[in-house]
């Protein structure tokens, strides 16, 4: 049997995961996009179909053995960490996406293959679409978190381990901000648009956790435990909102050559927008090892395959996807208060003190 689940992002863009039923699981755990989930879409923007197909790869340059490549088309079939898996992604250039994925084979016994890899591996390349489909529409799907109050959103950016998700559980715990999202951030006309992916797991930390470090594997036990017994019934409580652009901070740790407790605020005048304008965009292409990494596939596939359809169409969209990127972030961070912020390189309540007290006293103005 079927199902068809639809989602909906702030009506830009609409997408449908249609799956076969037996994969139950996925409506317990749903981790990637519940704060998105609705009833119905109409004319979807991309469809994830998730089980075999028959690819449509005739008349195709094949490049590097494996790769079936035409206007607006791709398709493969490979493996790796013991993993097969075969794609053909239709409708990304023009009109609307057709992902079809099939997980073809287990070669190695372990949880991490049973469970994760038929749920989480074909949402990482309808991910990589959403972001791509985002950006023909002038939307920037930023690596970062943000926050927001009265109207003004706050982006916190920075690589992992600069403590971006603490910071934003602190903002909603102890400050009564809105929660936008710990990860993705979608960028638009002046605008943060709130992209909670993961919500449902934001909202367990933050309920039954000091900070994300504690956020280890009997945490992850506890969570799975708790999302059985609620059901397919729980939806999201975070949904998705959206504030104007009120300031950037760009989060740094030191090292622990300079132990102190003191958060050190830097205003960056507008001559370097453009540096500020890379860093965004190179930490987001840094995400497509990271996330394809987590699940065992270390060598960002998907970020492989737009590469070798860009060698065959040097002029397609996902050619020039990131001078496009980099042209709307101009636009949008002009006149934008941005901060470099040096933190410690240990969390403390200390920390989100001085970071809340800049932002309330003006230093995001």
């Not at 519940?34 to 075999?52: A, T």
């Not at 996902?318 to 980099?326: H, P, S, T, Y």
Request: hydrophobic fraction near 40%; aromatic fraction near 12%; charge should be neutral.
């Amino acid at each position: 049997m079927r199902q068809i689940l639809n989602y909906n992002i702030h009506d830009i863009l609409k997408f449908q995961i249609i799956r076969d039923r037996r994969w139950d699981i996925r409506d317990l755990i749903n981790l990637k996009f519940p704060s998105f989930q609705v009833d119905e879409v109409d004319k979807p923007d991309i469809v994830l179909n998730i089980g075999k197909f028959t690819p449509s790869n005739k008349n195709c340059y094949l490049i590097d053995h494996k790769y079936y490549i035409k206007d607006n088309y791709f398709y493969c079939r490979e493996s790796e960490s013991g993993i097969g898996w075969e794609v053909e992604v239709t409708g990304f250039e023009k009109g609307d996406a057709i992902i079809n994925f099939n997980l073809a084979k287990c070669f190695q016994i372990h949880p991490v293959n049973i469970i994760y890899m038929p749920l989480f591996l074909p949402q990482a390349f309808l991910f990589r679409i959403i972001e791509h489909k985002l950006s023909m529409k002038n939307c920037f799907l930023a690596h970062a978190g943000a926050v927001a109050k009265d109207n003004q959103a706050y982006l916190l950016s920075g690589r992992a381990g600069c403590f971006k998700t603490t910071l934003c559980m602190e903002f909603v715990r102890r400050a009564g901000f809105t929660w936008l999202g710990d990860a993705r951030m979608i960028l638009y006309q002046g605008k943060v648009l709130g992209f909670p992916i993961h919500s449902l797991t934001f909202d367990f930390v933050t309920t039954h956790l000091p900070d994300e470090t504690h956020w280890g594997f009997l945490r992850q036990v506890q969570f799975a435990a708790e999302r059985l017994l609620d059901g397919p019934q729980e939806t999201a409580k975070y949904k998705p909102g959206s504030a104007e652009l009120k300031a950037i901070l760009l989060f740094a740790k030191r090292t622990r050559l300079r132990n102190d407790k003191k958060v050190v605020f830097s205003s960056l005048p507008q001559t370097q927008v453009e540096q500020v304008v890379d860093g965004l965009i190179t930490s987001s292409r840094l995400e497509d090892f990271k996330g394809m990494a987590g699940l065992g596939i270390g060598s960002a596939p998907f970020l492989r395959y737009m590469l070798a359809y860009a060698f065959v169409f040097p002029n397609s969209s996902f050619a020039v996807q990131e001078r496009k990127l980099a042209e709307n972030l101009r636009n949008t961070l002009a006149n934008i208060p941005i901060y470099e912020v040096e933190i410690p390189p240990d969390y403390t309540l200390d920390t989100f003190d001085q970071i809340h007290q800049f932002i309330m006293q003006g230093g995001g103005v």
